[in-house]
Every structure is written in structure tokens, then in C-alpha cells.
């Protein structure tokens, strides 16, 4: 996840290393509440926002992708569509199949579209100009896992009737009688409050605390660049070595969050997966 230009830029204009003995000033989690552009002044809203701009422009990727991969699909495929296959492929091997199936392949082109979507939206932490990560924002990954958590719901009372569904989530098969007043009240908590929450929050928390990390080594790299320092040459040729090695780390750490990119939207259909598997089986 990119640093977000507006810390750099202050960062780049305000204090710098040796110079006049003002401190560092790290990002802050203000980078995750940009000014709204439009505000409707309703409670517990932030308005019309960069959020919905970069969620646009990540909708816009995904579709894209799928239009240029698949739009001459061929029997002998060429480079992109081999790409569009290798990861319907790997998500119904390693996913769909393994959670669920056989069955599973009929939920396959709803994991193959949620992974690229969830993959563009943690992307655009990177992109520059937008550099923001829309799942960085609760509500986003909130409405994602409540989807999943209604559709787990649907497909288990498809499959098993309400009053199947609700039993076997809430009723563990073996568990003696008398017990069931202390499992039965846990099991609707574990299934029912904190499944949903901790899907939600997984992708959530990984992708905030990625770009905050990535916005401090930016930060910090500004601040450490000083070769004219007022102490000398000497110390301004030390601020721009330890520049260089916030550099160094933000590059590294980049490469890396773009490999946690992949595997918290990865992680995210693999559960949901597991989850509509567990509904269409029943009791547990």
C-alpha cells in the first residue's frame, strides 16, 4: 500500500532530521477519514468520499480484467487468457473443491469475482494519485461478510429447512442433554455474532495496518532527507543514508504488502467457502 501523498508532501515541507530541532510526526489514522466531498449530514456517515472513488476505480479494474482476458477466448488460449483460467483454476482446486466440493462449483464464479474484487479494492493502496485501500474502511469488508453471513444462512435453509439450519448451527450432534444450556447460547454467539465479525475485521485490520506502515516508512523517509542540514555536510550526508534505508524498507515492505494483498482476499473466499460448505452439510 502506497503512502498516501498528502503525509509525504507534509512531511516533505514541515521538520526534518538535523535540522532546526523540531520532532518526527508520524501519520496518523486521519489518513483513513478523508474530507468528504459531498456531506449529507446524516449521523454516523462520512459523506461522499475518496473511499467511493477508489471502490469505483477497482470495480472498473476487475471488470476489466475479465474484459480483456476472456473477450477472445479461444481453444488454444493465449497469455491473457491462460491468466483468467489459471485463476478460475487454483480457486476451484484450492478453494471451492476444498471446502466444498464437487458441489462447490456452482459458487465458483461468486469466489472467483469476490477475490478479484476484494484483490482490486487492497490495491489501490498502491496506485498513485489514489492510494487508499478501500477495504482500510470497516464498511466495506462489513458489507462483504454480511453478504457471505446471509447467503451461509440461505443456502442452509435451502438445503436443511429453517428449523434444520438453526439446530445443527446451534446444536452440536453428541452433546448431551444437560449441557445443551451452556453450548447452545455459545454456539449462536460463535456463529452467528463473532463469525461474521471476525471476517469482517480480518481484512479490515490487515489492510489498515498495512498502509499506516507503509505511510510511516514514506514519512519517515522525508523526514530523515536533509543534505543541507544546518549541522553540516557530514551530518547531511547521515540523513540521507538513514533516508536510504527508510527507502529500502518501503520498497521491501510494498512487495511484501502486495503479497498480503493477495492472501487476505484469498483467505477471505476460502472462508466464505468453508462457510457455505459447512451450511449445504449441515449438522456438525
Given at each position: ?25 508520524a501519520p496518523t489514522v486521519s489518513l483513513f477519514f478523508p474530507t468528504p466531498w459531498l456531506d449529507f449530514g446524516l449521523p454516523g456517515t462520512s459523506g461522499l468520499n475518496k473511499y ?233
Amino acid at each position: 500500500m502506497g503512502a498516501d501523498v498528502s503525509v509525504v508532501a507534509a512531511s516533505e515541507s514541515s521538520c526534518k532530521i538535523f535540522g532546526d530541532g523540531c520532532g518526527f510526526e508520524a501519520p496518523t489514522v486521519s489518513l483513513f477519514f478523508p474530507t468528504p466531498w459531498l456531506d449529507f449530514g446524516l449521523p454516523g456517515t462520512s459523506g461522499l468520499n475518496k473511499y467511493y472513488l477508489v471502490a469505483v476505480v477497482a470495480l472498473l479494474i476487475a471488470a476489466a480484467f475479465w474484459y480483456f482476458t476472456t473477450r477472445k477466448a479461444k481453444v488454444v488460449p493465449g497469455r491473457g487468457q491462460s491468466m483468467a483460467e489459471l485463476l478460475v483454476t487454483f480457486l476451484r482446486d484450492q478453494v471451492t473443491r476444498t471446502a466444498i466440493g464437487k458441489e462447490g462449483d456452482k459458487f465458483l464464479p461468486l469466489m472467483v469475482t469476490l477475490f478479484l474484487f476484494i484483490f482490486s479494492m487492497n490495491i489501490m493502496g498502491l496506485i498513485p494519485g489514489l492510494q487508499l485501500p478501500v477495504t482500510s474502511n470497516l464498511a466495506f469488508p462489513a458489507v462483504l461478510a454480511l453478504f457471505i453471513f446471509l447467503l451461509w444462512n440461505i443456502v442452509g435453509i435451502r438445503r436443511h429447512g429453517a428449523a434444520g439450519h438453526f439446530k445443527a448451527r446451534l446444536v452440536p450432534s453428541g452433546v448431551p442433554a444437560w449441557i445443551l444450556p451452556l453450548v447452545v447460547p455459545i454456539e449462536a454467539l460463535s456463529n452467528f455474532i463473532i463469525r461474521p465479525a471476525t471476517h469482517m475485521i480480518r481484512l479490515f485490520a490487515t489492510m489498515f495496518a498495512g498502509h499506516l506502515l507503509l505511510a510511516l516508512f514514506a514519512a519517515a523517509g522525508f523526514y530523515m532527507f536533509n543534505p543541507l542540514s544546518e549541522m553540516g555536510a557530514g551530518f547531511g550526508a547521515i540523513s540521507v543514508g538513514y533516508s536510504a534505508m527508510a527507502l529500502l524498507g518501503f520498497l521491501v515492505f510494498t512487495g511484501f504488502e502486495l503479497f498480503i494483498m493477495a492472501v487476505q482476499a484469498y483467505v477471505f473466499v476460502l472462508l466464505s467457502s468453508i462457510y457455505l460448505g459447512e451450511a449445504l452439510e449441515g449438522a456438525h
